[in-house]
Protein backbone atom coordinates (compact mmCIF):
# COMPACT_ATOMS: atom_id res chain seq x y z
CA UNK A 1 0.00 0.00 0.00
CA UNK A 2 3.02 2.24 1.00
CA UNK A 3 4.98 1.42 -2.44
CA UNK A 4 1.63 1.83 -4.21
CA UNK A 5 1.34 5.30 -3.07
CA UNK A 6 5.25 5.70 -3.55
CA UNK A 7 4.40 5.05 -6.89
CA UNK A 8 1.66 7.73 -7.50
CA UNK A 9 3.26 10.75 -5.98
CA UNK A 10 6.51 9.40 -8.26
CA UNK A 11 4.17 9.71 -11.10
CA UNK A 12 2.27 13.03 -10.32
CA UNK A 13 5.45 14.55 -9.33
CA UNK A 14 6.74 13.33 -13.13
CA UNK A 15 3.66 15.27 -14.77
CA UNK A 16 4.15 17.95 -12.97
CA UNK A 17 8.12 18.33 -13.64
CA UNK A 18 9.66 20.06 -16.96
CA UNK A 19 12.53 18.57 -18.47
CA UNK A 20 14.74 20.68 -20.51
CA UNK A 21 18.11 19.63 -21.91
CA UNK A 22 17.64 16.28 -19.72
CA UNK A 23 17.31 18.14 -16.52
CA UNK A 24 13.77 18.18 -14.63
CA UNK A 25 12.33 21.53 -12.64
CA UNK A 26 9.79 21.35 -10.22
CA UNK A 27 8.74 24.68 -11.22
CA UNK A 28 7.14 25.41 -14.53
CA UNK A 29 7.89 29.50 -14.14
CA UNK A 30 11.17 31.03 -15.31
CA UNK A 31 11.94 34.67 -14.54
CA UNK A 32 13.73 37.40 -15.76
CA UNK A 33 16.06 39.42 -13.57
CA UNK A 34 15.59 42.97 -15.51
CA UNK A 35 13.87 46.24 -14.04
CA UNK A 36 14.10 45.62 -10.59
CA UNK A 37 14.50 48.65 -7.86
CA UNK A 38 17.48 46.75 -7.07
CA UNK A 39 19.50 43.02 -6.92
CA UNK A 40 17.55 42.78 -3.13
CA UNK A 41 14.50 42.60 -4.92
CA UNK A 42 15.26 40.47 -7.61
CA UNK A 43 16.14 37.81 -4.98
CA UNK A 44 13.17 38.28 -2.85
CA UNK A 45 11.01 37.83 -5.89
CA UNK A 46 13.02 34.88 -7.11
CA UNK A 47 12.49 33.16 -4.01
CA UNK A 48 8.80 33.93 -3.77
CA UNK A 49 7.94 32.57 -7.32
CA UNK A 50 9.65 29.24 -6.43
CA UNK A 51 11.22 29.70 -9.99
CA UNK A 52 14.57 27.16 -10.01
CA UNK A 53 15.56 28.93 -13.53
CA UNK A 54 16.46 32.91 -13.83
CA UNK A 55 17.43 35.05 -17.35
CA UNK A 56 20.15 37.50 -17.44
CA UNK A 57 21.56 39.75 -19.57
CA UNK A 58 24.98 40.38 -20.68
CA UNK A 59 26.45 43.62 -20.76
CA UNK A 60 29.55 45.70 -20.73
CA UNK A 61 30.39 46.66 -17.41
CA UNK A 62 30.66 49.89 -16.09
CA UNK A 63 34.19 51.39 -15.56
CA UNK A 64 35.31 53.43 -13.04
CA UNK A 65 33.12 51.71 -10.61
CA UNK A 66 33.91 50.35 -6.73
CA UNK A 67 35.47 47.06 -7.06
CA UNK A 68 33.68 46.25 -4.33
CA UNK A 69 30.11 47.18 -5.89
CA UNK A 70 28.02 43.95 -5.93
CA UNK A 71 27.04 42.19 -9.05
CA UNK A 72 23.63 40.22 -10.06
CA UNK A 73 25.35 37.17 -9.76
CA UNK A 74 26.08 37.56 -6.05
CA UNK A 75 22.92 37.52 -5.40
CA UNK A 76 21.36 34.38 -7.29
CA UNK A 77 23.71 31.54 -6.40
CA UNK A 78 24.62 29.62 -9.62
CA UNK A 79 24.72 26.46 -7.24
CA UNK A 80 20.93 26.82 -6.72
CA UNK A 81 19.45 28.63 -9.70
CA UNK A 82 20.02 27.91 -13.32
CA UNK A 83 21.15 30.82 -15.04
CA UNK A 84 19.80 31.44 -17.90
CA UNK A 85 22.06 34.21 -20.13
CA UNK A 86 19.81 35.71 -22.97
CA UNK A 87 20.75 37.81 -25.92
CA UNK A 88 19.15 40.45 -25.35
CA UNK A 89 19.94 43.41 -27.82
CA UNK A 90 21.05 41.40 -30.91
CA UNK A 91 20.00 42.31 -34.11
CA UNK A 92 21.81 39.76 -36.04
CA UNK A 93 22.73 36.60 -35.86
CA UNK A 94 26.34 37.01 -35.59
CA UNK A 95 25.92 39.05 -32.48
CA UNK A 96 23.63 36.64 -30.76
CA UNK A 97 26.34 33.86 -31.17
CA UNK A 98 29.06 36.17 -29.81
CA UNK A 99 27.34 36.75 -26.72
CA UNK A 100 26.59 33.07 -26.34
CA UNK A 101 30.35 32.39 -27.11
CA UNK A 102 30.83 35.39 -24.01
CA UNK A 103 28.38 33.42 -21.92
CA UNK A 104 29.24 30.20 -21.90
CA UNK A 105 33.00 31.94 -21.13
CA UNK A 106 31.36 33.45 -17.97
CA UNK A 107 28.75 30.71 -16.72
CA UNK A 108 30.62 27.93 -17.78
CA UNK A 109 27.47 26.02 -19.28
CA UNK A 110 26.45 25.45 -22.43
CA UNK A 111 22.30 26.76 -21.74
CA UNK A 112 21.33 30.20 -23.71
CA UNK A 113 18.34 31.69 -24.26
CA UNK A 114 18.64 32.88 -27.76
CA UNK A 115 16.67 35.56 -29.12
CA UNK A 116 17.35 37.88 -32.57
CA UNK A 117 15.22 40.79 -32.50
CA UNK A 118 13.83 42.37 -35.64
CA UNK A 119 13.53 46.33 -34.84
CA UNK A 120 14.28 48.37 -31.78
CA UNK A 121 10.56 49.38 -32.14
CA UNK A 122 8.50 46.21 -32.20
CA UNK A 123 11.02 43.92 -30.34
CA UNK A 124 9.81 41.25 -32.32
CA UNK A 125 11.32 38.19 -33.70
CA UNK A 126 13.81 38.48 -36.66
CA UNK A 127 12.53 35.07 -37.87
CA UNK A 128 15.76 34.64 -40.25
CA UNK A 129 18.01 35.44 -38.23
CA UNK A 130 16.59 33.38 -35.51
CA UNK A 131 16.62 30.13 -37.28
CA UNK A 132 20.70 30.92 -38.83
CA UNK A 133 21.83 31.74 -34.99
CA UNK A 134 19.94 28.44 -33.51
CA UNK A 135 21.15 26.31 -36.38
CA UNK A 136 25.02 27.00 -35.89
CA UNK A 137 24.29 27.50 -32.13
CA UNK A 138 23.74 23.98 -32.01
CA UNK A 139 26.36 23.09 -33.94
CA UNK A 140 29.09 24.52 -31.60
CA UNK A 141 27.48 22.49 -28.83
CA UNK A 142 25.05 24.72 -27.06
CA UNK A 143 21.73 23.76 -25.91
CA UNK A 144 19.31 26.49 -27.63
CA UNK A 145 15.79 27.45 -25.63
CA UNK A 146 14.87 30.02 -28.37
CA UNK A 147 12.65 33.08 -27.93
CA UNK A 148 10.65 32.95 -31.54
CA UNK A 149 7.15 34.33 -32.70
CA UNK A 150 3.94 32.51 -32.97
CA UNK A 151 4.80 31.26 -36.42
CA UNK A 152 3.68 27.07 -36.45
CA UNK A 153 5.75 26.64 -39.15
CA UNK A 154 9.27 28.29 -37.68
CA UNK A 155 8.55 26.45 -34.47
CA UNK A 156 9.07 23.34 -36.45
CA UNK A 157 11.88 23.98 -37.64
CA UNK A 158 13.78 25.32 -35.01
CA UNK A 159 12.96 22.39 -33.06
CA UNK A 160 14.18 20.26 -36.64
CA UNK A 161 17.84 22.01 -35.98
CA UNK A 162 18.07 20.99 -32.61
CA UNK A 163 16.64 23.75 -30.28
CA UNK A 164 16.01 21.88 -26.66
CA UNK A 165 13.27 24.38 -26.29
CA UNK A 166 11.20 27.28 -28.59
CA UNK A 167 9.31 29.73 -26.85
CA UNK A 168 7.10 31.54 -28.96
CA UNK A 169 5.60 35.05 -28.00
CA UNK A 170 2.33 35.69 -26.09
CA UNK A 171 2.21 39.14 -27.04
CA UNK A 172 5.19 41.70 -28.08
CA UNK A 173 8.11 41.96 -25.09
CA UNK A 174 7.20 44.13 -22.13
CA UNK A 175 3.38 44.71 -23.21
CA UNK A 176 1.85 42.75 -21.07
CA UNK A 177 -1.28 42.27 -23.20
CA UNK A 178 -1.11 38.70 -22.86
CA UNK A 179 -1.87 35.74 -24.97
CA UNK A 180 -2.92 37.43 -28.42
CA UNK A 181 -2.85 34.27 -30.68
CA UNK A 182 -4.01 31.17 -28.79
CA UNK A 183 -5.13 28.93 -31.83
CA UNK A 184 -1.05 29.51 -32.92
CA UNK A 185 0.24 28.55 -29.61
CA UNK A 186 -1.71 25.36 -29.65
CA UNK A 187 -0.74 24.87 -33.06
CA UNK A 188 2.51 25.30 -31.85
CA UNK A 189 1.55 22.79 -28.47
CA UNK A 190 0.46 20.25 -30.83
CA UNK A 191 3.35 20.02 -33.39
CA UNK A 192 6.20 19.81 -30.63
CA UNK A 193 8.72 16.74 -29.18
CA UNK A 194 10.18 19.66 -27.05
CA UNK A 195 9.04 21.97 -24.07
CA UNK A 196 7.23 24.92 -25.62
CA UNK A 197 7.53 27.73 -23.11
CA UNK A 198 5.41 31.37 -23.77
CA UNK A 199 8.04 33.90 -23.38
CA UNK A 200 7.06 37.52 -23.37
CA UNK A 201 4.04 39.35 -23.12
CA UNK A 202 2.49 37.83 -19.80
CA UNK A 203 0.34 40.58 -17.86
CA UNK A 204 -0.63 39.37 -14.69
CA UNK A 205 -1.58 36.12 -13.17
CA UNK A 206 -4.57 34.95 -14.96
CA UNK A 207 -2.50 35.02 -18.59
CA UNK A 208 0.15 32.70 -17.10
CA UNK A 209 -2.93 30.31 -16.08
CA UNK A 210 -4.29 30.45 -19.97
CA UNK A 211 -1.21 29.64 -21.36
CA UNK A 212 -0.57 26.40 -19.19
CA UNK A 213 -4.44 25.65 -19.74
CA UNK A 214 -3.38 25.75 -23.54
CA UNK A 215 -0.70 22.87 -22.61
CA UNK A 216 2.90 24.94 -22.69
CA UNK A 217 5.24 23.71 -20.85
CA UNK A 218 6.04 26.61 -18.97
CA UNK A 219 5.82 30.18 -18.77
CA UNK A 220 8.63 32.65 -19.23
CA UNK A 221 8.20 36.13 -17.69
CA UNK A 222 10.02 39.48 -16.13
CA UNK A 223 7.81 42.76 -16.70
CA UNK A 224 4.91 41.40 -15.20
CA UNK A 225 6.51 40.82 -11.90
CA UNK A 226 9.11 43.18 -11.88
CA UNK A 227 6.76 46.24 -13.04
CA UNK A 228 3.85 45.47 -11.18
CA UNK A 229 3.02 47.41 -7.75
CA UNK A 230 4.08 44.88 -5.03
CA UNK A 231 6.78 42.07 -6.96
CA UNK A 232 7.18 40.25 -4.31
CA UNK A 233 3.55 39.07 -4.30
CA UNK A 234 3.26 39.40 -7.97
CA UNK A 235 5.95 36.62 -8.14
CA UNK A 236 3.90 34.56 -5.58
CA UNK A 237 0.79 34.77 -7.60
CA UNK A 238 2.83 33.73 -10.64
CA UNK A 239 4.10 30.82 -8.96
CA UNK A 240 0.17 29.69 -7.79
CA UNK A 241 -0.87 30.64 -11.36
CA UNK A 242 1.46 28.34 -13.17
CA UNK A 243 0.80 25.55 -10.95
CA UNK A 244 -2.93 26.05 -11.42
CA UNK A 245 -3.13 26.32 -15.13
CA UNK A 246 -0.75 23.02 -15.18
CA UNK A 247 -3.42 21.21 -12.64
CA UNK A 248 -6.22 22.79 -14.66
CA UNK A 249 -4.45 21.33 -17.89
CA UNK A 250 -3.65 17.72 -16.60
CA UNK A 251 -6.95 17.36 -15.37
CA UNK A 252 -8.86 18.27 -18.49
CA UNK A 253 -11.26 21.14 -18.61
CA UNK A 254 -15.80 20.25 -18.91
CA UNK A 255 -16.38 20.88 -22.52
CA UNK A 256 -18.35 23.83 -22.92
CA UNK A 257 -22.09 23.83 -23.54
CA UNK A 258 -24.52 26.47 -25.30
CA UNK A 259 -27.33 25.46 -22.55
CA UNK A 260 -27.74 25.81 -19.00
CA UNK A 261 -27.18 22.53 -17.60
CA UNK A 262 -28.22 22.27 -13.84
CA UNK A 263 -26.02 21.31 -11.14
CA UNK A 264 -28.27 19.39 -9.33
CA UNK A 265 -30.40 16.00 -10.24
CA UNK A 266 -33.39 16.36 -11.77
CA UNK A 267 -35.04 13.92 -10.32
CA UNK A 268 -36.73 14.63 -7.13
CA UNK A 269 -36.93 18.14 -7.00
CA UNK A 270 -39.25 19.88 -4.81
CA UNK A 271 -41.47 21.38 -7.19
CA UNK B 1 48.96 54.72 -26.69
CA UNK B 2 45.27 54.51 -27.44
CA UNK B 3 43.13 51.44 -26.85
CA UNK B 4 38.72 51.55 -27.32
CA UNK B 5 38.11 50.27 -23.59
CA UNK B 6 33.95 49.57 -23.42
CA UNK B 7 33.30 51.60 -26.35
CA UNK B 8 35.46 54.46 -25.10
CA UNK B 9 38.77 55.93 -26.32
CA UNK B 10 41.51 55.43 -23.88
CA UNK B 11 45.41 56.60 -23.48
CA UNK B 12 47.41 53.55 -21.78
CA UNK B 13 51.23 53.26 -21.42
CA UNK B 14 52.54 50.61 -23.47
CA UNK B 15 53.17 47.11 -22.64
CA UNK B 16 49.68 46.87 -20.27
CA UNK B 17 48.66 43.55 -19.92
CA UNK B 18 44.66 42.87 -19.53
CA UNK B 19 45.38 42.53 -16.23
CA UNK B 20 46.94 45.81 -16.12
CA UNK B 21 43.71 47.56 -17.88
CA UNK B 22 41.52 45.39 -15.07
CA UNK B 23 43.30 47.47 -12.26
CA UNK B 24 43.80 50.55 -13.06
CA UNK B 25 39.77 50.83 -13.69
CA UNK B 26 39.22 49.25 -10.84
CA UNK B 27 37.29 46.01 -11.79
CA UNK B 28 37.92 43.10 -9.89
CA UNK B 29 37.93 39.83 -12.03
CA UNK B 30 34.70 37.96 -10.87
CA UNK B 31 32.37 37.35 -13.04
CA UNK B 32 33.50 39.03 -15.89
CA UNK B 33 34.81 37.79 -19.75
CA UNK B 34 36.79 39.78 -21.66
CA UNK B 35 37.11 40.22 -25.10
CA UNK B 36 39.99 41.51 -27.16
CA UNK B 37 39.14 42.70 -31.07
CA UNK B 38 36.34 39.67 -30.12
CA UNK B 39 38.02 37.58 -29.52
CA UNK B 40 37.16 36.19 -25.96
CA UNK B 41 40.65 36.01 -23.79
CA UNK B 42 40.52 33.28 -20.88
CA UNK B 43 41.44 34.52 -17.26
CA UNK B 44 44.47 32.37 -17.34
CA UNK B 45 45.65 34.42 -20.25
CA UNK B 46 45.04 38.14 -19.12
CA UNK B 47 48.65 38.23 -17.49
CA UNK B 48 50.19 37.43 -20.72
CA UNK B 49 48.02 39.51 -23.42
CA UNK B 50 49.91 42.89 -23.49
CA UNK B 51 47.47 45.25 -25.48
CA UNK B 52 48.36 46.74 -29.12
CA UNK B 53 47.89 49.82 -30.10
CA UNK B 54 44.06 50.54 -31.48
CA UNK B 55 42.84 47.20 -29.92
CA UNK B 56 39.40 47.09 -28.85
CA UNK B 57 38.71 45.54 -25.36
CA UNK B 58 35.19 44.52 -23.95
CA UNK B 59 34.36 43.62 -20.41
CA UNK B 60 30.95 42.12 -19.88
CA UNK B 61 29.48 40.98 -17.29
CA UNK B 62 25.78 39.56 -16.39
CA UNK B 63 22.82 42.24 -15.87
CA UNK B 64 19.21 41.85 -15.42
CA UNK B 65 17.38 41.24 -18.35
CA UNK B 66 14.32 39.25 -19.09
Known amino acids: ?271 | MNIILNGKQFSIDKKMSIKDILVQNNIGGKNIVVEVNKEIISKSQWDQTILKENDQIEIITAVGGG
Not at chain 1, 135 to 159: H, R
Not at chain 1, 198 to 204: C, P, Q, R, S
Open chain 1, 1 to 271: MIKLRLLQLWVVDKIMSLVIDKKTYKSRLIIGSGKYKNFEETKKALEASGAEMITVALKRTNLGQNNNQKNLLDYIDPNTYKILPNTAGCFSSEDAIRVCLIARELLNDNLVKLEVLANKETLLPNEKETLVAAKELVQLGFSVMVYTTDNVQLAIELEKVGCVSVMPLASPIGTGQGIKNSSNLKSIIKNANVPIIVDAGIGTASDATIAMELGCDAVLLNSAIAMSDNPIQMAEAMKYAVKAGRKAFNAKRMKISDIAVPSSNKTDTLS
